[in-house]
């Protein structure tokens, strides 16, 4: 066996919205029996790693808070490392409690950071607005994630990163990215596990952060074919996943 350890995305690859995707509760139940090593790896910044446990369980899936990385516990880390505690928050509030519990707080003005979520209906033109002006008066400008675009139950959504493009087309500042593509959320998610990344496969519906970013760290790239996936997304991305699997209920073929 060449793989050794598993990165698994959640949004469109476990389940979407609140709904499991057919099969994917049983196969994360086989890598748990096979005693294989696994994180869930999410650029999901709507909701905290706590509600996002919550909603897969309450989905038929038995998976602790404390197994889900997300780009919240990057930016933590930069931000203890710059000994920054002062940021201008664009996210929803689960997201915000996040930081307010780390220590971080918000400031309506002269604030070092201005850190970008998904906020969803938040991302309104004078949040947007007064966030720029604080990067043009030399906030660092960090992206929790710079996704296009995500499955919600209703159908293809905006993520953050057409806002991050935003605000770094006006102020002509490039944003430090916290989650996926960075080969630090896949490096430092196979280093908790003690995997060398090369033995590590990242699983996901994402051609570009998923599978792209996962190869660009040296890890393997699996596509799965459920979620935002799309014939075209794959050819247009010029990207050549290492295997694909029609979904996760596949999950035993990346062993085979
Ligand atoms: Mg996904």
């Not at 066996?1 to 086989?30: R, T």
Request: glycine share 10%; with cysteine.
């Amino acid at each position: 066996m060449f793989i050794k350890a598993l990165l698994i995305d959640i949004d469109g690859v476990l389940a979407i919205g609140g709904v499991p995707i057919p099969g994917a509760a049983e196969a994360i139940q086989w890598i748990e029996d096979q005693g294989i090593p696994h994180r869930f790896v999410s650029n999901s910044t709507q909701r905290s790693r706590q509600q996002i446990a919550e909603r897969l369980n309450q989905a038929g899936f038995s998976i602790p808070a404390d197994q889900i990385t997300t780009p919240v516990v990057s930016a933590l880390r930069l931000l203890e490392e710059q000994g920054i505690s002062a940021c201008r928050l664009l996210m929803t509030d689960a997201a915000r409690s996040e930081f307010s519990e780390a220590g971080i707080t918000e400031v309506q003005d002269g604030a070092e950071a201005v850190i970008i979520g998904d906020a969803g209906s938040g991302f309104t033109f004078s949040v947007l607005n007064e966030a720029f002006r604080e990067i043009n008066d030399g906030a660092l400008l960090i992206a929790l994630e710079r996704d296009r675009y995500w499955m919600a139950e209703d159908g293809l959504t905006l993520a953050a990163g057409p806002f991050v493009a935003a605000l770094e087309y006006a102020t002509g500042k490039t944003a430090l990215v916290m989650g996926k593509p960075s080969a630090d959320t896949f490096l430092s998610a196979s280093a908790m596990m003690g995997v060398e990344p090369e033995k590590t496969a990242m699983i996901g519906d994402d051609i570009r952060t998923d599978v792209g970013g996962a190869q660009n760290a040296g890890l393997v790239g699996v596509l799965v074919k459920t979620g935002k996936y799309s014939d075209r997304m794959l050819e247009d991305s010029g990207v050549k996943p290492d295997m694909i699997l029609p979904s996760i209920a596949y999950l035993k073929d990346v062993f085979g």
